[in-house]
């Protein structure tokens, strides 16, 4: 186990790996009970980050990896949380060595990352970037947009995963007038199915089915390039792909070639396989693809209720009170 057993003053020391705009520190400080310190990093070099997280009694991370070393360095580390649900990026297997928790924030983001999922549809469908750099340099494109653009009634869009993020995508999708089918290990009960009016089907079927499949997985070995080529020949012709998951779930060569060649009408991507992305990305020349940088869930007022949650959980470990297994990835010590 890494945190002491001695006794200790009823302070705690938070090390916040990722960078945020002054802002979103200071909420997250508020949120922060008393006696948590939260000190946030300033940059992303992994010896800063090294640094920060030696001393902690907590770590909250977001894009920036907890690995085995940083781990095995904090003597007394108590949990591990990430802001947010996934963590690919904690290395699990040194936290259960060293006795560290791991715990996530499940569905606190949810609304967000489904509204943006939204937002990316609709910006597909309607060329929206592609017409407002063209409006805003004096060209009228309004008898071209007709031809391409299209709207969402009427389409059916395709969950691939029915976790926290995809039923409340169901749910804000409700006015839209669309029919939605997912795919997933587990079937949903049926009043959570008759409440968002949506169907369980097998891959292939939601593949065939699709005018847009929304892509709402974790990213493990079984689920890295499931979104390959072979997926992409299985799907119709013109359909889009929404990606808020992660990256490497979808093959990102195989997207390129689909929408270059035309069998795909476009895609929405907020996760890439390669973060920061870079500026050399071939899927940055399409026109018909919508790209944010990897900010779904980031939005200023649901910060509180992201560090509350997270919060909320470290306070229940010192208390020795459970966790919601829903949050829960790596127990603590018996």
């Known amino acids: 186990m890494n945190h002491d057993t ?98 996530i924030t499940s569905g606190a983001n949810a609304g967000p990352v489904a509204e943006h999922a939204i937002a990316l549809m609709l910006a597909v469908y309607r060329r929206l970037p592609y017409v407002d750099r063209s409006t805003r340099a004096g060209i009228w494109l309004k008898s071209e947009m007709r031809s391409v653009c299209y709207q969402l009634a ?7 995963g029915f976790g926290n993020i995809a039923r ?29 009016n949506v169907r369980q089907v097998d891959m292939d079927e939601l593949l065939a089915c699709s005018d847009i499949l929304s892509v709402h997985l974790p990213l493990t070995d079984q689920t890295r390039g499931i979104i390959g080529a072979e997926a992409i020949r299985r799907m119709k012709d013109g359909a889009v792909i929404v990606n808020t998951a992660r990256g490497g779930i979808v093959d990102e060569a195989a997207l390129y070639r689909a929408l270059a060649d035309g069998k795909l009408g476009g895609a929405g991507l907020d996760v890439f396989d390669h973060e920061p ?57 018996g």
């Open 168 to 196: 409340m995508l169901a749910h804000r999708l409700r006015g839209f007038d669309v029919d939605i089918r997912y795919s997933s290990r587990r079937r949903a009960d049926a009043d959570t199915e008759r409440r968002l």
């Open 6 to 103: 001695g006794q200790r003053a009823e302070r705690y020391i938070v090390a916040f790996l990722d960078v945020m705009a002054p802002p979103v520190r200071a909420a997250v400080a508020a949120a922060a009970p008393t006696g948590f310190e939260v000190r946030f990093a300033d940059s992303g070099e992994a010896e800063a980050q090294a640094a920060l997280a030696r001393e902690a009694d907590f770590i909250i991370a977001g894009w920036q990896p907890v690995t085995a070393a940083m781990i095995a360095a904090a003597r007394g580390l108590r949990m591990v949380h990430k802001w947010g649900i996934g963590y690919d990026k904690i290395d699990l297997e040194a936290a259960r060595r060293h006795g560290v928790a791991v715990a």
């Open 277 to 333: 992305a870079r500026a050399d990305n071939p899927l940055f020349t399409l026109d018909n693809v919508v790209v944010t940088p990897h900010s779904a869930g980031a939005v200023m007022d649901n910060v509180g209720h992201v560090a509350s949650r997270a919060f909320g959980n470290m306070q229940r470990l010192l208390q020795g009170q459970p966790i919601d297994p829903a949050d829960l990835v790596v127990a603590p010590p």
């Open 154 to 160: 009427g389409k059916t869009i395709g969950l691939l």
